[in-house]
């Protein structure tokens, strides 16, 4: 293989590695945000962080898409260049990531990819149910209390 074709794809796997470490660590800033505003729900007892958590899940849910369908581009420019893929023309040190269409490019796919609905859908989900829990032993503890 030659040199250029070599410094390519070692561009490109730079740029899959920075897609996925951003991927990373905007879960862990999920993560970290929805602990936070648990954290002051405990201290001041109001439901209502609880229900604040799910508006950023979900942010992080679109920007974490954002990142996975870049890092599919990226690779299928990686295969391109290898020559596995010749569905895209790509030049020396080119990068198209534009000219990657399709089913497996698309950020719908890339939204509902298992590995995060089941991160992010599995927090919102637990945030919901906790909340109206909580919500509803509030209610009864203030009909017992009348």
Known sequence: ME????K???FIQNIITRMNTNSFQIKGMAITIVSALIAI???TSNVVFIFIGIFPTIL???LDAYYLQQEKKFRGVYDNV???RKDVEVQSFEMPIDKMKGQEYCFCNAFWKKTIVWLYG??????IISAI???LSECVIIIKCK
């Open 82 to 84: 290898l020559g596995i």
């Open 8 to 10: 390519h794809l070692e």
């Open 122 to 127: 599995s927090i919102i989900f637990c945030l």
């Open 3 to 6: 040199e250029n074709k070599i």
């Open 133 to 135: 829990l909580l919500q």
């Open 60 to 62: 992080f849910w679109f």
């Open 41 to 43: 729900y405990a201290s």
